[in-house]
């Protein structure tokens, strides 16, 4: 069943068995906020062992463009389009947030962005791979990430 993300009232839903839980919660309702003042779009998430296609399609990216593989479980994943960019999400139980942006129409505006929740460490399958700016969030505290350009078409 979907769930529409509150980025003003922070809520745990669907997250609750990650370590670092609150601070997901708070990724998860910083995309939320941005999606909503960017282009009034509600942001929301399913289940992962609801939208395995989802999970298919960011685990089938990340596997052929830099042969990544995460051992944490998926705990809930969003895919929408607005305008001519496709977007997939898949939320991590370790703190993980993977977003991808496919740009229908021009193939320069695709990349993969990988962020870390406070409070977790870098998984390994990241280590040494990639530099984690960070950012400041009143949702979520700070936030590191990093991106790659997706090359390939999907």
Avoid at 49 to 66: A, C, P
Avoid at 68 to 91: D, G, H, M, R
Avoid at 98 to 113: E, F, Q, S
């Amino acid at each position: 069943m979907p769930y529409i993300v509150d980025f003003k009232s922070v809520s745990t839903y669907g997250l609750e068995s990650s370590p670092v839980a609150e601070k997901l919660a708070g990724l998860r309702a910083n995309e939320a906020r941005y999606f909503m003042n960017k282009y009034k779009h509600e942001f929301q998430v399913l289940p992962a062992g609801e939208s395995q296609d989802t999970v298919g399609y960011v685990n089938r990216i990340l596997k052929e463009e830099r042969n990544l593989q995460f051992e944490a479980k998926p705990l809930q994943t969003s895919q929408f389009q607005i305008e001519n960019v496709k977007w997939a999400y898949v939320f991590y139980e370790d703190g993980l947030a993977v977003n991808v942006l496919y740009t229908i129409d021009d193939p320069k505006k695709r990349a993969v962005g990988l962020k870390l929740s406070e409070g977790m460490e870098v998984p390994k399958e990241l280590e040494g791979k990639f530099k984690f700016a960070r950012q400041k969030s009143k949702l979520a505290g700070t936030i590191r990430g990093s991106f790659f350009v997706i090359k390939g078409q999907y």
